[in-house]
């Protein structure tokens, strides 16, 4: 369970990712849309785990390339804008959990749904 320190942490890592994402000179990063859903620091404030999203499925292997490729970047602007100790070594991650809920909901509605005309007596 996380302090309530590294919650607040995480959500200023998170928005302060969101901002300087937008600064990325790195065409892979500028065209797709990304969205970052989560972020996990260690207690030690060592490593952030930042899990991201991206609107153009095709395009998610070349920008997680260009975030890779942006990490040092973004980790020097992190802990100048942050004034942290230490600046957290970023390690992305790809979330599919959104996908995952647009399947399962077009799962469920594509189920057929059948109602019986006669119910049973309950007696």
Excluded at 54 to 67: I, S, Y
Excluded at 79 to 98: H, K, M, T
């Amino acid at each position: 369970m996380a302090t309530k320190r590294i919650v607040l942490i995480n959500e200023e890592i998170k928005k302060e990712l969101s901002n300087l994402l937008r600064a990325v000179k790195d065409p892979r990063v500028q065209d797709t849309m990304i969205s970052i859903t989560r972020v996990e620091t260690t207690p030690d404030l060592r490593y952030t785990k930042v899990y991201v999203s991206f609107l153009q499925e095709e395009r998610a292997a070349n920008a997680m390339a260009g975030l890779k490729s942006a990490a040092g970047w973004l980790r020097r602007e992190l802990g100048r804008n942050l004034q942290l100790r230490y600046s957290p070594q970023i390690v992305w991650a790809l979330d599919d959990s959104i996908t995952y809920g647009a399947k399962m909901l077009a799962l469920i509605n594509s189920l057929e749904v059948k109602h019986d005309e006669e119910k049973p007596d309950q007696s």
